[in-house]
T-cell receptor, first 113, second 112 residues
């Protein structure tokens, strides 16, 4: 049981390039989330999904797009990368219900130069 | 005011010491509370849920005070391996799925 898997683990992009981060979970969780973590800022929610085919904006959605075509996958896209998007990105998933915590992936370290 | 506030630390303690962290939350509608642990350059991992009556898991004790809207984590007999950042986590108490808000974390360093 792999849990939540993120690919790639590391990436360096040039300003203006695009890329997609992939998150896959094998726990049949309904909800999935993308966060970014920056020094001194804590975890900030970018986008989330409460089910296949549905997505919603979090607290810092600008510059990112997401898709949830399959229940087990949640993709995060950067259309035109900017240095301000240099961060560690974490994907997480959870079951429905307010008493459940999240399971996180191991993160993607992205540097935009 | 941040939704979840924690003292960032670091808390530097010797092995064997008892250390306590507090966090405060602003949303009185919150119903679920957690402590997560995050090691350097790793993902956050669930340490324990926090229940209204307080709960214990080995050397770790969590308490919730709904009236004052704060949560605490007590670690007894600290080990070197307890060195990490501890995140206080609170749900938003709304119907938008299982939305959690993470505090900025409290860093603990246990020294020999």
């Amino acid at each position: 049981n792999a849990g939540v898997t993120q690919t790639p683990k590391f990436r360096v992009l040039k300003t203006g390039q695009s890329m997609t981060l992939l998150c896959a979970q094998d726990m049949n969780h309904e909800y999935m989330y993308w966060y970014r973590q920056d020094p001194g800022m804590g975890l900030r929610l970018i986008h989330y999904s409460v089910g296949e085919g549905t997505t919603a904006k979090g607290e810092v959605p600008d510059g990112y797009n997401v898709s949830r075509l399959k229940k087990q996958n949640f993709l995060l896209g950067l259309e035109s990368a900017a240095p301000s998007q240099t961060s560690v990105y974490f994907c997480a998933s959870s079951r429905a219900g307010t008493s459940r915590g999240y399971t996180f992936g191991s993160g993607t370290r992205l540097t935009v130069v | 005011r941040k939704e979840v506030e924690q003292d960032p630390g670091p808390f530097n303690v010797p092995e064997g010491a008892t250390v306590a962290f507090n966090c405060t939350y602003s949303n009185s509608a919150s119903q679920s509370f957690f402590w997560y642990r995050q090691d350097c350059r790793k993902e956050p991992k669930l340490l324990m849920s926090v229940y209204s009556s307080g709960n214990e898991d080995g050397r770790f004790t969590a308490q919730l005070n709904r009236a004052s809207q704060y949560i605490s984590l007590l670690i007894r007999d600290s080990k070197l391996s307890d060195s990490a950042t501890y995140l206080c986590v609170v749900n938003k108490g709304d119907n938008a799925g299982n939305m959690l808000t993470f505090g900025g974390g409290t860093r603990l360093m246990v020294k020999p």
